[in-house]
T-cell receptor, first 113, second 111 residues
Framework: DGGITQSPKYLFRKEGQNVTLSCEQN?????MYWYRQDPGQGLRLIYY???????QKGDIAEGYSVSREKKESFPLTVTSAQKNPTAFYLC????????????FGSGTRLTVV | KNEVEQSPQNLTAQEGEFITINCSYS?????LHWLQQHPGGGIVSLFM???GKKKHGRLIATINIQEKHSSLHITASHPRDSAVYIC?????????????FGKGTHLIIQP
């Protein structure tokens, strides 16, 4: 079945360490997105990519980095520069264009201790 | 800043009740999405609509473009409907940066 796979589901890291969250899709979708979710807040856009080898900053990109070397993969690195990295991270994808729906992954809960 | 507002924030109801969740937004949109998030965190897309009404099983979504308002209804609610329901919009003329999300409505259906 087609879908988005995020791994791992739970991740613990020590403060000051970089960590990379995986997002893979087999839907042949052009666009991919990373969102952050905090309690009591709506999802906020971190980075998005419309095509391979191109990506754009979202509303809260500081302290994060991404790459899009393959159409199906869009990993997110949470760097030590991110001041408050503990959160729930969701990856999504869509066919480019306004008329299409979005598919979401199951999320990664990152806890930095 | 363009915003999406949902109400109520929290809703507890008895099994079998008719449920309504509301979403309002500030400016014109090209599409509105209703999403369901279960306790594990994964999100499922329920509806995408730009006008009128859509129905899937016991779920009904309506949108009034002039009033900038959408509702999600659940008929004959069941405990398995307990989840967070999220409204998200794509702004009209917006860029390629995806959706703007409401804060969600936490629904609990008691047996």
């Amino acid at each position: 079945d087609g879908g988005i796979t995020q791994s791992p589901k739970y991740l613990f890291r020590k403060e000051g360490q970089n960590v990379t969250l995986s997002c893979e899709q087999n839907l042949n979708h052009d666009a991919m997105y990373w969102y952050r979710q905090d309690p009591g807040q709506g999802l906020r856009l971190i980075y998005y990519s419309q095509i391979v080898n191109d990506f754009q900053k979202g509303d809260i990109a500081e302290g994060y980095s991404v790459s899009r070397e393959k159409k199906e993969s869009f990993p997110l690195t949470v760097t030590s520069a991110q001041k408050n990295p503990t959160a729930f991270y969701l990856c999504a994808s869509s066919i480019s264009g306004e008329s299409y729906g979005y598919t979401f992954g199951s999320g990664t809960r990152l806890t930095v201790v | 800043k363009n915003e999406v507002e949902q109400s109520p924030q929290n809703l507890t109801a008895q099994e079998g009740e008719f449920i309504t969740i509301n979403c309002s937004y500030s400016v014109g949109i090209s599409a509105l999405h209703w999403l369901q998030q279960h306790p594990g965190g994964g999100i499922v897309s329920l509806f995408m609509l730009s006008s009128g009404k859509k129905k899937h099983g016991r779920l009904i979504a309506t949108i009034n473009i002039q009033e900038k308002h959408s509702s999600l209804h659940i008929t004959a609610s069941h405990p398995r409907d307990s989840a967070v329901y999220i409204c998200a919009v794509r702004w009209e003329g917006g860029g390629a940066d995806g959706l703007t999300f409401g804060k969600g409505t936490h629904l609990i259906i008691q047996p």
